[in-house]
């Protein structure tokens, strides 16, 4: 009757050696550390950059407690943040402007536990400290710059139809284009109806002119804003990377703003530099009217600059840009004709007839293609153009690897800002209140936990003792679960896992009080314990589900804080029913399973009627 199959016995014992397992990383806490990475992100940490990092800090005395080279950079730990302070400012000095040099935070679990996956739970801006901001796109910034490039695809293909115009401004949210006669506007009209889905157009006469309004049609105009808020997220996105934050949280919030929360920074002014970055292409003409020697020797041409080709040697390029990445609709990285890394770029309607012109007009000759990033221009590649080429497809190559490809295509496609940002609001929480906020929600659940194993066991008895052995392996369970699914622990993550011990601890009470109510009526032990799990636990189950269905709703309709408070609200629930069902009836199987003549069930006082007689 009150007896568990063996398997039963092993998922529970496999269940909680995991969660022991995952939970215990948590425990160990974390060490000052800064983290050094390559500005481009082109360029990549090596053993070179180890060493030169030991060999600075071994120079200026300073001790450390381990180093690490990954893919983005080196980190080095340090015993505590003065010297993670000073080695800071003095890796900056000796390294230079080509590194960022972050402030950051390392787990100190052992290296087995790390091989095995099992890491801490990341926490949030209110307990680690760090940087917010919320930012604001400048819709209207957006639109003029995209009336700015429909202005120039509008000349550009008016030129090549030969339709006559007498002007074309910009006024406001509408582009006007003047013409001479009903004719030519009526051509124009036509041209751009056919080449532009996006534009509406609307015929006006002023005094003896022709005019034409062009305006951006409503859902265009949603689509650009809409298109404008997610690429600038995924921009601000790959730009923080550069910070060494663990765990950035940036999302829209209402129909032009960004939330950026970078936990662990506190240097805002670096923030603020890298969210205004940007990043870019250039398309310019090698010189090869000017000798390179002669440039290399000081004699530079007034019209040309001296670049180093990447994996080639000098390369003199002339100053007039021929086209820049704001044409780039798209950029993915890929393989060329030869099977070598290469970024294919698709440019939009207007850019194509440039390069179209451009390839036309150069045949034979040397185009430089530039990658500017942080204002420092660097020549990706100087190919032979070798015909004419159309259809907006451009390829670049030269010496790439596939992660290189990756991320020139990566810069080149969320590069730059699509629309202009404003800060409207920063805030900054030092790392002494984010240790303050840690240690007052730990001492809340431990307070709140022992609390309910006091009560628990004095009126329970050691029913009441199982019961809150349950609920520490519920506790167990949710911490290792939230640390393999690597979630943002804040404070009301925090606030929902001392909700869920409350909640928890009710499942054990119907049934410790069901177990009561079968004894008052005169079933056995054995009998009334079987009863007790299982009359209750329909009950359970309807409440924990209403309960979900609540978390569900803050989930789906919430944002930041009530999202993180409705993950660790519905977790613990799932691993509550485990808990409270299983793990308590399996210590109550063994303890009193396989007792046949079960005389007495020590659950505490069970009024029986008449008993005060």
């Given at each position: 009757m009150n007896r568990y199959p063996l398997w039963k016995y092993l998922i529970i014992l496999v269940s909680v050696l995991l969660g022991l397992l995952y939970t215990l990383p948590n425990f160990y806490g974390e060490s000052p550390a800064v983290q050094i990475s390559p500005i481009r992100a082109t360029d990549k940490a090596d053993t070179v950059l180890l060493s030169r990092v030991e060999g600075t800090l071994r120079k200026n005395n300073i001790s450390i407690n381990g180093m690490l080279l990954e893919t983005g950079g080196v980190k080095v730990r340090f015993a505590d943040t003065d010297i993670q302070l000073k080695a800071k400012d003095i890796l900056q000095s000796e390294l230079g402007n080509g590194y960022v040099v972050a402030l950051n935070l390392l787990s100190n679990s052992p290296q087995w536990l790390t091989d095995l996956s099992a890491l801490p739970m990341y926490l949030g801006l209110d307990l680690r400290g760090g940087v917010h901001f919320l930012l604001q796109v400048d819709m209207k910034g957006a639109l003029s710059k995209s009336l700015d490039r429909y202005s120039a695809d509008i000349r550009g293909s008016l030129r090549e139809e030969k339709i006559r115009y007498k002007g074309l401004t910009k006024e406001g949210s509408q582009i006007i284009v003047k013409f001479p006669d009903p004719e030519s506007r009526a051509k124009a009209s036509d041209e751009i109806n056919k080449s532009y889905d996006d534009l509406g157009v609307r015929e006006n006469d002023v005094q003896d002119e022709f005019h034409l309004a062009i305006?951006?049609?409503?859902?265009?105009?949603?689509?650009?804003?809409?298109?404008?808020?997610?690429?600038?997220?995924?921009?601000?996105?790959?730009?923080v990377n550069e910070l060494g934050v663990a765990e950035p949280i940036i999302q829209q919030a209402g129909a032009d703003r960004v939330v950026v929360q970078l936990p662990g920074v506190q240097d805002t002014a670096k923030a603020k530099d890298i969210l205004g970055r940007t990043a870019t292409l250039e398309l310019r003409m090698v010189d090869e009217e000017h000798d390179v020697s002669l440039a290399l020797s000081g004699q530079r041409h007034s019209g040309s600059e001296l670049y180093t080709e990447r994996g080639g040697g000098p390369v003199l390029v002339k100053k007039q840009v021929m086209l820049t990445g704001d044409r780039i609709n798209d950029a993915q990285p890929g393989f060329d004709n030869n099977n070598q890394p290469a970024v294919h770029i698709n440019l939009d309607s207007n850019g194509a007839r440039i390069f179209k012109q451009l390839t036309r007009d150069n045949v034979g000759k040397r185009m430089a293609i530039l990658l500017i990033e942080k204002n420092q221009k660097e020549v990706i590649t100087a190919p032979?153009?070798?015909?004419e080429i159309a259809g907006g497809r451009v390829q670049i190559t030269g010496n790439m690897t596939i992660a290189e490809a990756r991320d020139v295509s990566l810069l080149l496609r969320a590069g730059a800002l699509a629309a202009p940002m404003d800060i409207i609001e920063e805030r900054t929480v030092g790392p002494s209140l984010g240790a303050e906020n840690i240690s007052r929600g730990f001492n809340s659940t431990l307070f709140g936990f022992a609390a309910i194993a006091i009560f628990m066991t004095l009126y329970y008895l050691i029913f009441g003792f199982i019961s809150?052995?349950?609920?520490?392996?519920?506790?167990?369970?949710?911490?290792?679960?939230?640390?393999i699914l690597q979630a943002t622990l804040t404070l009301p993550g925090m606030a929902a896992i001392a909700l869920t011990l409350g909640m928890a601890i009710d499942a054990n009470v119907l049934i410790n009080e069901r177990i009561r109510d079968e004894l008052r009526n005169g079933v056995s032990p054995q009998a009334a314990i079987n009863a007790g799990y299982e009359r209750a636990f329909g009950t359970i189950l309807d409440a924990n589900i209403t309960t979900m269905i609540a978390g569900i709703a803050l989930f789906a309709f919430g944002s930041g804080p009530v999202k993180g408070f409705a993950v660790v609200l519905c977790l613990g629930i799932l691993t509550s029913m485990f808990?409270?069902?299983?793990?308590?009836?399996?210590l109550v199987n063994l303890l009193y399973g396989k007792r046949r003549k079960l005389e007495h069930v020590p659950i505490g006082q069970v009024w029986k009627p008449g008993s005060n007689k």
């Open positions: 305006t951006l049609k409503q859902e265009a105009l949603k689509r650009m804003q809409n298109s404008a808020v997610q690429q600038n997220i995924t921009t601000l996105r790959n730009r032979v153009i070798r015909e809150i052995t349950a609920l520490g392996v519920n506790l167990l369970l949710l911490i290792g679960l939230l640390s808990s409270a069902v299983m793990v308590s009836r399996s």
